[in-house]
């Protein structure tokens, strides 16, 4: 294979409950993370930039590193913390972040004390995302930029313009749904990809049916977007077309947290390689369905090639017009 893929995205410590009563804490995670592992799971040369705070676990960037990603682009900061995530999740499938406290009831204190949730502070949500000229110097054939808060998304996308394909998860959902869309419409004629999901969507864009979001975003610039499902797959609109790539359902699925991240990356790698979206979104699809069964980006390094290959095919095979 062929191709460069970089991710651009922020690492978390993570406290998730989960609704069976079991639960982890501190956690390495972030969208950063998770798309890295998904990019590299395509066989595709990938590196990520972030930053990371004092109480980073190290141990895991190594591992990331053995994993074949690139991780010179992570810079650590011993002057802050590390953002820290808290999620839980209702047997329903729902989630709650932060962490609802109902949830955690029965966790013991010392472990209570880990379900901390910082990502209300500005401030430090900034920091530990790299700046525009971090990435000045940088080319790839494909750039996947995860969760931006919207202040920082021009900034981004201006980083890396012109240099390949781009890729653009939603931004913060909830900054879009506080202080409107305009971040977002400014940028989108400037990206290649658009990667929101209906969950983002349903919360800064209410009132929008979900099958009229593609030709929405494709109104305010978008030149390709692909609308993640959830577990009823992905939808891609490209042109005058559009596809439903469908879900591969794990066996063992046991928490959704990173999937979306997965995919992104998975979809930008093959992006990288091929230049054909519809076989990066259904490789995307691929890599997601291994995440729903894993607890930690980590636990992605025990996938068999094989069984990536045999999930892709049959997703491939699913896909069908709309």
């Not at 996947?144 to 390949?164: F, I």
Request: charged content about 25%.
């Amino acid at each position: 294979m062929t191709g460069l893929t970089r991710i651009v995205g922020g690492f978390t410590v993570d406290a998730v409950a989960f609704a069976d009563g079991s639960y982890d804490v501190d956690r390495p995670g972030g969208n950063g993370f998770w798309a890295a592992m998904g990019a590299a799971l395509t066989g595709v040369a990938a590196a990520v930039h972030g930053v990371v705070g004092a109480d980073f676990p190290l141990a895991a960037l190594d591992r990331l590193g053995e994993f074949g990603v690139g991780v010179d682009g992570i810079h650590r900061r011993s002057d802050i913390p590390n953002l820290r995530v808290s999620f839980s999740y209702a047997r329903d499938e729902s989630r709650a972040h932060p962490a609802d406290p109902a949830a955690i009831a029965h966790v013991p204190l010392a472990d209570r004390a880990r379900f901390l949730d910082t990502t209300d502070r500005a401030d430090l949500l900034h920091a530990t995302l790299p700046a525009g000229t971090d990435l000045a110097d940088a080319s790839a054939d494909a750039w996947y930029l995860g969760l931006l808060p919207a202040s920082r998304l021009r900034e981004t996308v201006d980083a890396v313009q012109g240099d390949g394909w781009t890729l653009l998860d939603c931004p913060d959902r909830r900054e879009l749904a506080q202080s409107g869309n305009g971040a977002l419409r400014d940028a989108l004629p400037d990206v290649d990809v658009f990667l929101p999901s209906t969950s983002d969507a349903a919360v800064f864009l209410p009132d929008v049916a979900e099958r009229d979001l593609p030709a929405l975003f494709h109104d305010w610039g978008a030149g390709a977007v692909v609308v993640k499902c959830g577990s009823r797959g992905a939808v891609l609109s490209q042109g005058t077309r559009r596809w439903r790539v469908p879900v591969f359902r794990d066996p063992d699925a046991c928490d959704p947290t990173g999937a979306g991240d997965v995919f992104g990356g998975a979809c930008a790698a093959v992006m990288a390689d091929t230049g054909d979206l519809l076989r990066a979104v259904v490789a995307g699809a691929a890599a997601a369905s291994f995440a729903t069964a894993a607890r930690s980006p980590l636990d992605l390094a025990r996938v068999v090639r094989e069984d990536y290959d045999l999930r892709r095919g049959l997703i491939a095979a699913g896909v069908e017009d709309v």
